[in-house]
């Protein structure tokens, strides 16, 4: 990535960077802040790279450091979701579970679960008596026991 400026390091949301104070910011939807290498589009329009450990999910609020000392802060993107509301926790779990065995990225709430909009999914639930809510915002799945850039293969 020639003539660009050069991401490479991470700095968790919960460590250091907390008393960093940066103005620049990457906004990137939760499909790019799984992957490893890219390139994207600072709040400044600067077109920088991004090229750091395979395995690393950039979470809203993380920060990258380039070579040169400059810090961005990663925002999540307002992405297209699906939320089911529920206090009933026999429905929440019965969710998260045919959910799940779907292989949904998932996002869990205290009384709420959140995935990316899919409307044969949103079919199902609403099969099972619960209500689902379209709207734009952030998306933070579960990374998972498993988690890593390389597929994993298991019998069903």
Same mark, same amino acid.
């Given at each position: 990535?020639?003539?660009?400026?050069?991401?490479?390091? +991470?700095?968790?949301?919960?460590?250091?960077?907390?008393?960093?104070?940066?103005?620049?910011?990457?906004?990137?939807?939760?499909?790019?802040?799984?992957?490893?290498?890219?390139?994207?589009?600072?709040?400044?329009?600067?077109?920088?790279?991004?090229?750091?450990?395979?395995?690393?999910?950039?979470?809203?609020?993380?920060?990258?450091?380039?070579?040169?000392?400059?810090? +961005?802060?990663?925002?999540?993107?307002?992405?297209?979701?699906?939320? +089911?509301?529920?206090?009933?926790?026999?429905?929440?779990?019965?969710?998260?579970?045919?959910?799940?065995?779907?292989?949904?990225?998932?996002? +869990?709430?205290?009384?709420?679960?959140?995935?990316?909009?899919?409307?044969?999914?949103?079919?199902?639930?609403?099969?099972?008596?619960?209500?689902?809510?379209?709207?734009?915002?952030?998306?933070?799945?579960?990374?998972?026991?498993?988690?890593?850039?390389?597929?994993?293969?298991?019998?069903?």
């Amino acid at each position: 990535m020639p003539d660009i400026l050069l991401f490479e390091k +991470v700095i968790k949301h919960h460590h250091e960077h907390e008393l960093i104070d940066t103005e620049l910011t990457l906004t990137l939807p939760f499909e790019k802040r799984q992957k490893s290498r890219f390139r994207a589009q600072m709040n400044t329009g600067e077109d920088v790279g991004v090229l750091i450990t395979r395995g690393v999910v950039l979470r809203g609020g993380d920060c990258l450091k380039s070579n040169d000392g400059k810090i +961005v802060k990663i925002i999540a993107a307002n992405e297209n979701v699906s939320t +089911v509301h529920c206090d009933n926790a026999f429905d929440l779990a019965r969710a998260a579970y045919h959910l799940g065995n779907r292989h949904v990225g998932l996002q +869990v709430g205290e009384s709420w679960l959140r995935y990316l909009k899919d409307h044969v999914l949103d079919e199902m639930l609403e099969g099972f008596g619960l209500t689902i809510l379209h709207e734009q915002a952030p998306f933070e799945p579960e990374v998972g026991a498993y988690h890593s850039q390389q597929h994993h293969q298991h019998a069903h």
